[in-house]
């Protein structure tokens, strides 16, 4: 399994970019980037993923290195309710028949 | 998005007693649900995968005779905890993963249930 690094928090002023580092140096070639993030005492919400190109929605976007060995989620104009810990995971397994895995993921306290 | 739910969303109960939980998709059918354990700031840790029809896969040092997960159909998965004990006390998360569809293969989570074991 592709294990991912992440800084334990990170802090950001409302409405300003968060930009949320992600290291996955053992990353396969199949393998996709999942970004989920967790509100206390809440379930895990989608984000975005990605594989090898750059992905933008309405709630974020997602840098890939060439190398994918490392992403950046970018929340463009961060507000007070992005407060929450966001975990960057690597989809282990093929097709639709995978798994999600949660490292430690980072707190990202977005302040008035 | 397609919605999952969890009930209860809280339970309280005394040691020795056996709680289930369980876990619908609303608007979809899923093949598969994951089951999750989240302790005070800490992580998700999956404990099994359940696929309808068919026995659950556990991760391993979960047990599968303490936690029960049951697969009986497209739209629903329980998990129950036997004989808990304090150290039982956790927060539980479920995910089903969309069989068919525009979101076919996506996973989407409940909003998890807190079990409380005095």
């Known amino acids: 399994d592709a294990k991912t690094t992440q800084p334990p928090s990170m802090d950001c002023a409302e409405g300003r970019a968060a930009n949320l580092p992600c290291n996955h140096s053992?990353?396969?070639?199949?393998?996709?980037v999942y970004w989920y993030r967790q509100i206390h005492s809440q379930g895990p919400q989608y984000i975005i993923h990605g594989l090898k190109n750059n992905e933008t929605n309405e709630m974020a976007s997602l840098i890939i290195t060439e190398d994918r060995k490392s992403s950046t989620l970018i929340l463009p104009h961060a507000t007070l309710r992005d407060t929450a810990v966001y975990y960057c995971?690597?989809?282990?397994?093929?097709?639709?028949?995978?798994?999600?895995?949660f490292g430690k993921g980072t707190l990202l306290t977005v302040n008035p | 998005g397609a919605v999952v739910s969890q009930h209860p969303s809280w339970v309280i109960c005394k040691s020795g007693t056996s709680v289930k939980i369980e876990c619908r998709s609303l608007d979809f059918q899923a093949t598969t649900m994951f089951w999750y354990r989240q302790f005070p700031k800490q992580s998700l840790m999956l404990m099994a995968t359940s696929n309808e029809g068919s026995k659950a896969t556990y991760e391993q040092g979960v047990e599968k005779d303490k936690f029960l997960i049951n697969h009986a159909s497209l739209t629903l998965s329980t998990l129950t905890v036997t004989s808990a004990h304090p150290e039982d006390s956790s927060f539980y998360i479920c995910?089903?993963?969309?069989?068919?569809?525009?979101?076919?293969?996506?996973?989407?989570f409940g909003e998890g249930s807190r079990l409380t074991v005095l």
């Open positions: 995910s089903a993963r969309r069989a068919t569809g525009t979101q076919g293969g996506e996973l989407f």
């Open positions: 053992t990353i396969s070639g199949n393998e996709y």
């Open positions: 995971i690597v989809r282990v397994g093929g097709g639709s028949n995978y798994k999600l895995t």
